[in-house]
C-alpha cells in the first residue's frame, strides 16, 4: 500500500513476517493465526465430545474407545482472525519534541500504521480510535484495503507538524474517559492498542482503572507508553522556561537544580504503569521516540509470538 506517510515501506519490510498474534482467545470466523471458542475439527486440540449418529469416523477417539467402549470424537479448536482498535492519544502533549526526534503524535501514528498493515495483511480487522480531551475520530475495526486506506489517511489528517486545533486552543487530555466510553462501544473481544504518553488530567489511577475495564470486558490491552528522551531525563543545563502544551501554563526553573528529583519521579511514573499493567495481564513496551519505531515493534512482535508459542505448549 504505497503513498501513505505513516507506512514506511523500509520500515514494513524489517517487520512484515513477524505475526501480530493474539495470546488469548478471539472471535472471528476466518481462519488465521488466533485461536477461536467455537470448537469445530481444525488444527488444536480442545475436548471430547459423545459421539452422535452423523459424526465423521475419522475423528473419533480410538483410544478412549479402546479403554472405555464409548464412542467419543475429538473436538479442536479451530484457529481464526481478532479485531484490532488501534487507540492513538493526539492531546497537546503529543506534539512534543526534543532535537532530532519525532514528535510523539507521528511517532506514534507510524506505529498504528505499521499495525494496521501487519494486521490487514494476516485477515484481521482493525480499527482506530483518536482521541484527546475528547474522541475526535472512530473507525470500528473493519478489514480490506479500501478501509485501511482510510485509515491511513486518517493518521495524516490528525497527526501532522503543522497541525492546530480548529479553534486555535491546545487539545487537553482525557484518556480515562475516552478509555472507559471505548470499552462499551467495543462489543466484541479484539486487541486493543493505546498509543499514548499517558498524561492524563484525571491522574495515573483513573487510567489504570480505565484499562481494567477493557479486561473486565475480556478485551487483550497492548500499552505503547510514547516518551521523548527529554521528557526523561531532562538534560538541558541553562535557566529554561518550561510550557505545559495543553495549559499553556509557563514554569521557570534552573534543571539542573531540579534534574535528581525530575528523573526519580518519572522513574516511579514509568514503573507504576509497567507494575500495574503486569497486573491486569496487558502488554507494557516503553515508546522512546530516540529509539526507531520499526525496531522498537520488531523487538516486541519477536517477544509477543515467542510467549504466544510458549503459551500455547
Given at each position: 500500500?504505497?503513498?501513505?506517510?505513516f507506512?514506511d515501506?523500509?520500515?514494513v519490510?524489517?517487520?512484515?513476517?513477524?505475526?501480530?498474534?493474539?495470546r488469548?482467545?478471539?472471535?472471528?470466523?476466518?481462519?488465521?493465526?488466533?485461536?477461536s471458542?467455537?470448537?469445530?475439527?481444525?488444527?488444536?486440540?480442545?475436548?471430547?465430545r459423545?459421539?452422535?449418529?452423523?459424526?465423521?469416523?475419522?475423528?473419533?477417539?480410538?483410544?478412549?474407545?479402546?479403554?472405555?467402549?464409548?464412542?467419543?470424537?475429538?473436538?479442536?479448536?479451530?484457529?481464526t482472525?481478532?479485531?484490532?482498535?488501534?487507540?492513538?492519544d493526539?492531546?497537546?502533549?503529543?506534539?512534543f519534541s526534543?532535537e532530532?526526534h519525532l514528535?510523539?503524535?507521528?511517532?506514534?501514528?507510524?506505529?498504528?500504521?505499521?499495525?494496521?498493515?501487519?494486521?490487514a495483511?494476516?485477515?484481521?480487522?482493525?480499527?482506530?480510535?483518536?482521541?484527546?480531551?475528547?474522541v475526535?475520530?472512530?473507525m470500528p475495526?473493519?478489514?480490506?484495503?479500501?478501509?485501511?486506506g482510510?485509515?491511513l489517511r486518517?493518521?495524516?489528517?490528525?497527526?501532522?507538524?503543522?497541525?492546530l486545533?480548529?479553534?486555535?486552543?491546545?487539545?487537553?487530555t482525557?484518556?480515562?474517559?475516552t478509555?472507559?466510553?471505548?470499552?462499551?462501544?467495543?462489543?466484541r473481544?479484539?486487541?486493543?492498542?493505546?498509543v499514548?504518553?499517558?498524561?492524563?488530567?484525571?491522574g495515573?489511577?483513573?487510567?489504570i482503572?480505565?484499562?481494567?475495564?477493557?479486561?473486565?470486558?475480556q478485551?487483550?490491552?497492548?500499552?505503547?507508553h510514547?516518551?521523548?528522551?527529554?521528557?526523561i531525563?531532562?538534560?538541558?543545563?541553562?535557566m529554561?522556561v518550561?510550557?505545559?502544551?495543553?495549559?499553556?501554563?509557563?514554569?521557570?526553573a534552573?534543571?539542573?537544580?531540579?534534574?535528581?528529583?525530575?528523573?526519580?519521579?518519572?522513574?516511579?511514573?514509568?514503573?507504576?504503569?509497567?507494575?500495574?499493567?503486569?497486573?491486569l495481564?496487558?502488554?507494557?513496551?516503553?515508546?522512546?521516540?530516540?529509539?526507531?519505531?520499526?525496531?522498537?515493534?520488531?523487538?516486541?512482535?519477536?517477544?509477543?509470538?515467542?510467549a504466544?508459542?510458549?503459551?500455547?505448549?
Amino acid at each position: 500500500m504505497p503513498g501513505y506517510r505513516f507506512l514506511d515501506p523500509a520500515a514494513v519490510g524489517r517487520v512484515k513476517n513477524l505475526p501480530l498474534v493474539a495470546r488469548k482467545v478471539v472471535q472471528g470466523f476466518i481462519s488465521g493465526l488466533h485461536r477461536s471458542p467455537y470448537k469445530g475439527f481444525s488444527v488444536e486440540f480442545a475436548e471430547h465430545r459423545e459421539y452422535v449418529p452423523g459424526d465423521n469416523l475419522r475423528h473419533l477417539d480410538w483410544k478412549v474407545l479402546g479403554r472405555t467402549d464409548r464412542l467419543y470424537v475429538k473436538l479442536y479448536e479451530e484457529e481464526t482472525n481478532m479485531r484490532v482498535q488501534l487507540i492513538l492519544d493526539a492531546s497537546s502533549s503529543m506534539n512534543f519534541s526534543s532535537e532530532g526526534h519525532l514528535p510523539k503524535c507521528e511517532y506514534g501514528a507510524f506505529l498504528c500504521g505499521t499495525l494496521a498493515y501487519l494486521a490487514a495483511r494476516q485477515q484481521d480487522a482493525v480499527g482506530l480510535t483518536i482521541f484527546s480531551d475528547a474522541v475526535d475520530l472512530h473507525m470500528p475495526a473493519r478489514s480490506g484495503p479500501r478501509h485501511v486506506g482510510e485509515l491511513l489517511r486518517q493518521l495524516e489528517r490528525f497527526c501532522r507538524r503543522d497541525q492546530l486545533p480548529v479553534d486555535g486552543q491546545p487539545k487537553g487530555t482525557r484518556i480515562a474517559d475516552t478509555l472507559h466510553k471505548l470499552a462499551f462501544r467495543l462489543r466484541r473481544r479484539c486487541l486493543v492498542v493505546l498509543v499514548s504518553d499517558l498524561i492524563d488530567d484525571e491522574g495515573d489511577e483513573a487510567v489504570i482503572r480505565a484499562l481494567y475495564h477493557f479486561r473486565h470486558r475480556q478485551h487483550e490491552t497492548i500499552v505503547f507508553h510514547t516518551l521523548d528522551p527529554a521528557e526523561i531525563e531532562l538534560p538541558f543545563d541553562e535557566m529554561t522556561v518550561f510550557v505545559d502544551m495543553e495549559t499553556q501554563e509557563r514554569l521557570q526553573a534552573d534543571p539542573s537544580y531540579l534534574r535528581p528529583y525530575y528523573v526519580e519521579a518519572v522513574e516511579q511514573f514509568l514503573a507504576y504503569h509497567r507494575s500495574k499493567a503486569r497486573e491486569l495481564g496487558a502488554d507494557y513496551v516503553l515508546a522512546r521516540t530516540d529509539t526507531p519505531f520499526d525496531v522498537l515493534l520488531a523487538r516486541y512482535l519477536r517477544s509477543r509470538r515467542d510467549a504466544a508459542l510458549r503459551g500455547r505448549k
